[in-house]
């Protein structure tokens, strides 16, 4: 009946400025991307001028070959998906587990341990205590510090655990045990084949925490050999800034600068595609999440 | 089946026996617990017994138990430092900032795209600003400095205006500004989703009934969609009240630099500095303590008030 009726003459002015403010969202998110993109490809003499708007200049790939040449960009990025491979399978098994049992009403001493787990939400000995624990582990500057310390989160359980609630119901439960079926059985041939969806969810957070975070590789580790990209990321784009200002040579510093530039830009694609390229395929499980994570409780 | 214990005139199991039962039934579901059990026992409560180094003169070679017992000196000193006023106004006045600028932005996105008239354009704006989530904060900081530097994109485009290159990055008063806002470009289209969600859930026929009392679009909003959004926005907003102090450390620590570090020093950043960089680990412990228990009143009491307000708790 909406078609039906003729549209007043407010309601199309509103539809024109919505249809402006939407496409002019789209353009403030999207070009700063594009012009990553595009400035990653242009010689920086020409970003730098001021000439890269909307397309490339003088396109030379001299920034990707630099990158492709650079071992610290390999190691890091082996070193990530190392940490997010492992981080995200130890942390969905972990999560799964514990969202399905806290989802299980005739667990005894339920809400004691699941207060358990909330507490840590909520408190913590902070970063000194934390180091120190690692430290007395003998766990500081190992790799797997960085990859247990990503690998649980208590708001995700709580996610799994509203999933589990709400999708599968007791009497499931019920009809299975009749016919003999124990609660290992249950989980492993029923449960886990129906939780696709928030396997996806859970997945994607870990792997998006774990990729994208440099804190713990900041505090723990200690050997360049180990580092993640983003640490390496944050060398390249943030603490290169200071490129020696006593060189004599004013042109070879120029030129270094230059490339320096082109690099930086390089970098931030490459750093982004797989975590941008992971995104669409998700998309629909992401949005999941939050709706689950919305009804928490 | 064992019988149970009869219990003044009623059948009702002891607390320990039913525990029994169901530990025996349930052996499992227990045992699916030990993973993460045993995680946050290593990584949370191991570390808040180790939390008392904020109340003792702690050195590695003594341990925990032989450093001595210095009561409160650790906070005293950090609450008459020179730094302590500046610390918590920094932190508390960027947190609110962003809370405040950044909360309307989801719910007019959501609603713009809920009035979208071309799907096209609805699913492509969607599309569009999510994908800066799931950009890292390196690289998030790491665009700024390219574009906010001398020859960067943004003083190429104020150039063509006619405005000389502004210092972006170094000028200290321009640094609250650019953190909330590079949030808000990063984050404003993930945070609609919820927002979105809540719009979908209105039924379509109050939105007939608007329409056949003669409600434009904009009466709609203001008449329809806001009250239903409304619980949604309020339990949000109350909950990140609760995190006013607990702002990241990643962004600000890679956004610092010596010209801005007067508004930049927040307290997540100076225990990172005074604890592993300076090894004052008491005196680490001891700010990173006080600013968890003030989170942790503010978190309560803001509960306290949301159960109070809408009847919704979040602990």
């Keep these: 009946m909406i078609g039906i009726r003729r549209k007043s003459r407010f309601d199309r002015g509103f539809d024109i400025i919505n249809t402006f403010l939407l496409v002019l969202s789209l353009l403030v998110v999207l070009y700063p991307l594009y012009f990553i993109l595009i400035a990653s490809v242009s010689d920086a003499t020409s970003i730098a001028s001021g000439k890269v708007i909307l397309l490339p200049q003088n396109v030379s790939f001299i920034g990707y070959q630099r990158i492709l040449e650079d071992q610290r960009i390999w190691?890091?990025?082996?070193?990530?998906?190392?940490?997010?491979?492992?981080?995200?399978?130890?942390?969905?098994?972990?999560?799964?587990?514990?969202?399905?049992?806290?989802?299980?009403?005739?667990?005894?001493?339920?809400?004691?341990?699941?207060?358990?787990?909330?507490?840590?939400?909520?408190?913590?000995?902070?970063?000194?205590?934390?180091?120190?624990?690692?430290?007395?582990?003998?766990?500081?500057?190992?790799?797997?510090?960085?990859?247990?310390?990503?690998?649980?989160?208590?708001y995700?359980?709580?996610?799994?655990?509203?999933?589990?609630?709400?999708?599968?119901?007791?009497?499931?439960?019920?009809?299975?045990?009749?016919?003999?079926?124990?609660?290992?059985?249950?989980?492993?041939?029923?449960?886990?084949?129906?939780?696709?969806?928030?396997?996806?969810?859970?997945?994607?957070?870990y792997a998006v925490a774990q990729w994208n975070g440099y804190f713990n590789a900041l505090v723990y580790l200690n050997k360049q050999q180990h580092y993640p990209l983003q640490m390496v990321l944050r060398e390249i784009l943030i603490g290169s800034q200071s490129i020696q200002a006593d060189v004599a040579d004013v042109d070879a510093i120029q030129e270094m600068q230059r490339i320096a530039a082109t690099v930086r830009y390089g970098v931030i694609v490459v750093a982004s595609v797989p975590m941008l390229m992971l995104y669409p395929l998700v998309q629909k499980y992401f949005v999941k999440g939050v709706m689950i994570g919305s009804v928490k409780g | 089946m064992q019988t149970a214990p009869v219990v003044s005139g009623c059948v009702k199991r002891s607390w320990y026996a039913g525990f029994i039962q169901s530990l025996r039934r349930n052996w499992i579901l227990y045992a699916f617990l030990v993973p993460t059990l045993a995680y946050l026992i290593i990584f949370q409560y191991w570390p808040l017994y180790g939390v008392?180094?904020?109340?003792?003169?702690?050195?590695?070679?003594?341990?925990?138990?032989?450093?001595?017992?210095?009561?409160?000196?650790?906070?005293?000193?950090?609450?008459?430092?020179?730094?302590?006023?500046?610390?918590?106004?920094?932190?508390?006045?960027?947190?609110?900032?962003?809370?405040?600028?950044?909360?309307?932005?989801?719910?007019?996105?959501?609603?713009?795209?809920?009035y979208s008239v071309s799907n096209r354009l609805r699913r492509a704006t969607q599309m569009v600003t999510y994908a800066p989530h799931f950009i890292s904060t390196v690289v998030l900081v790491g665009m700024m400095s390219v574009f906010m530097g001398q020859t960067g994109l943004f003083n190429t485009l104020l150039g063509k205006?006619?405005?000389?290159?502004?210092?972006?990055?170094?000028?200290?008063?321009?640094?609250?500004?650019?953190?909330?806002?590079?949030?808000?470009?990063?984050r404003t289209g993930y945070n609609s989703v919820i927002y979105i969600a809540a719009l979908a859930s209105v039924s379509p026929e109050l939105h007939e009934a608007a329409i056949v009392d003669g409600a434009n679009k904009l009466q709609r909003i203001w008449h329809v969609d806001i009250p239903a959004i409304l619980p949604t926005a309020v339990i949000l907003l109350i909950m990140s009240t609760g995190n006013v102090l607990s702002?990241?450390?990643?962004?600000?620590?890679?956004?610092?630099?010596?010209?801005?570090?007067?508004?930049?020093?927040?307290?997540?950043?100076?225990?990172?500095?005074?604890?592993?960089?300076?090894?004052?680990?008491?005196?680490?412990?001891?700010?990173?303590?006080?600013?968890?228990?003030?989170?942790?009143?503010?978190l309560l009491s803001v509960n306290k008030l949301a159960d109070r307000l809408s009847g919704t708790s979040l602990l």
């Design chain 2, 247 to 298: 702002l990241g450390f990643e962004k600000v620590y890679l956004m610092q630099n010596d010209l801005n570090l007067n508004v930049a020093e927040i307290i997540s950043t100076y225990v990172y500095k005074i604890g592993l960089l300076n090894a004052q680990y008491s005196y680490s412990t001891a700010i990173g303590l006080f600013n968890n228990i003030v989170n942790l009143v503010i």
């Design chain 1, 156 to 205: 995700n359980i709580i996610i799994a655990r509203s999933f589990f609630a709400s999708s599968i119901p007791p009497e499931l439960f019920e009809a299975a045990s009749i016919d003999g079926c124990g609660n290992g059985r249950f989980f492993i041939s029923i449960v886990v084949p129906l939780s696709k969806s928030i396997i996806a969810v859970l997945a994607l957070y």
């Design chain 2, 161 to 186: 205006l006619g405005i000389g290159p502004v210092a972006f990055l170094s000028d200290s008063s321009m640094f609250r500004d650019i953190y909330v806002w590079s949030h808000i470009w990063q």
């Design chain 1, 75 to 154: 190691t890091g990025y082996g070193n990530s998906i190392l940490y997010t491979v492992a981080s995200t399978a130890i942390g969905v098994i972990a999560t799964v587990m514990a969202g399905y049992s806290f989802s299980r009403k005739d667990l005894a001493g339920r809400k004691v341990l699941i207060s358990l787990y909330i507490f840590t939400m909520y408190f913590s000995g902070g970063l000194i205590p934390t180091y120190l624990v690692v430290k007395q582990l003998g766990l500081i500057g190992s790799p797997w510090t960085v990859i247990l310390l990503g690998s649980v989160s208590v």
């Design chain 2, 52 to 114: 008392q180094i904020a109340f003792r003169k702690f050195t590695a070679s003594k341990g925990i138990w032989g450093s001595a017992w210095v009561g409160m000196q650790n906070f005293e000193k950090f609450f008459n430092s020179y730094m302590f006023k500046d610390l918590l106004v920094n932190t508390v006045v960027l947190s609110v900032y962003q809370l405040i600028a950044a909360f309307p932005f989801p719910i007019i996105l959501a609603l713009m795209l809920n």
